[in-house]
């Protein structure tokens, strides 16, 4: 325990090693009184030098309150409501800017009168402000959709990701269940479009040899291999209308029968779905059940198009282009990120990085100028493509090129080129008979 100021509570300030996340003890003028020992493992000291210590100063290097500077303040706020209140926020923290998870606890004396807050700083470990965590972004919309991840993270509510394409939703999901109390467990994932209602059915729900032509032997389902994790459905705007009842069971009761089975199962896992398409649009026109809808809106969050964070794509581009030992490999000139931020990008941050993947190829050296960036962008509108060459050759070229820069890494080529690695292996085959 590290005490700030002269005149603090000693027994409050001895209270803060009681709990399990850095805290800290703060006046209602701003004022660190006091620091736990978790708090300085994660945060490091406070220069007693620099008096009075404000938590303003200290975890922002604002020179006033953060409703001041045009953030929420947590303190502010529970001082008006008298009772606890949550924000997420940005820190400076050796490491850099970290979001953190900050609650303050307003302590009260005898006669009931505001006397201190206990405020406690919980770092939020899969998103930062750096190249080191899954989820990145420090702007306001990419913060207010993570501070919805953080609360619904720990509970067992069912989230429905809504958003445009390439906007990260299957990392979000990969968030929510790393964050939640089944994370020992496995997070399974069904990508509902472009499946047949047999198919679907079977991937779900599993089917017993002999169901229908091809089954040749008994396969397990999803829905059971996502007992005690979570099951994510990406594309739910997808799913058959027939079908829909049968997930909606499943929903509600937890129990389901395979395919050309008798027996009925029991399953008990965390719900994610996550649509591009707006599903109130689709109960309106009876291309959605209602019933079905209530029961994967239980807690929406919407997920930012890259137009809505921009002010984050350098942040993104760094992050890109960083090789796997967090080294930055590619280095962007300031004229090529201009560029980068004018253009539209239909598929968000998946197109961002193809474009940076095309970049990387077409470079010279480790810097990235506007000229390479102008190039990657021609050839997204396909102005470049030599009048003489086929498709399918294009696409050869592209595959060859990636394959080279990324050392015949299958795996992220065909993350990159927006296919699986089954279509991959098909495709360089292809191209070598």
Known sequence: MEIIAADTDTA??????????PAILVNPQYQILATNDLYKDKFGLIDSADEPAHCYKISHGYSRPCDQAGEDCPLAAATLSGQRERV?????????????????????????????FVELLKPVPVAGAGGDKPM?????????????????GPTNAAVLLLGESGTGKELAARTLHQTSLRSQKSLVTLECAGLSETLFESELFGHVKGAFTGANYTRQGLAEAAHGGTLFLDEIGDIPY?????????IETGTYRPVGSTVVKQTDFRLVCATHRNLEQMVEAGEFRQDLYYRINVFPVHMPS???????????????????????????????????????YRGNIRELRNILSRAVVLTNTNVIDQSVIRQCLDISAGSVVPPDMSLKAVEEHYLEQLMRSHHNNKEKVAAIAGISVRSLYRKLQESQE
Do not use: C
């Not at 990145?136 to 959709?145: D, L, Q």
């Not at 027939?242 to 499943?250: G, N, S």
């Open 12 to 21: 409050l300030a001895r209270m803060l090693d009681s709990y399990e996340h």
């Open 242 to 250: 027939p079908l829909q009842v049968k997930l909606l069971r499943l």
């Open 136 to 152: 990145v972004g420090t702007s306001p919309a990419f913060t207010r959709m993570l501070e919805l991840i953080t609360r619904v």
């Open 306 to 344: 890259l137009a809505e964070r921009l002010e984050d794509l350098p942040l993104l581009a760094r992050t890109m282009l960083r090789d796997k030992d967090g080294n930055m490999a590619y280095h962007l000139t300031e004229s090529a990120v201009t560029i980068l931020k004018a253009y539209r």
């Open 88 to 116: 997420l926020h940005i820190h400076q923290t050796p490491r850099g800017e970290e979001h953190v998870d900050v609650e303050m606890l307003p302590i009260l004396d005898e006669q009931g009168a505001l006397q201190f």
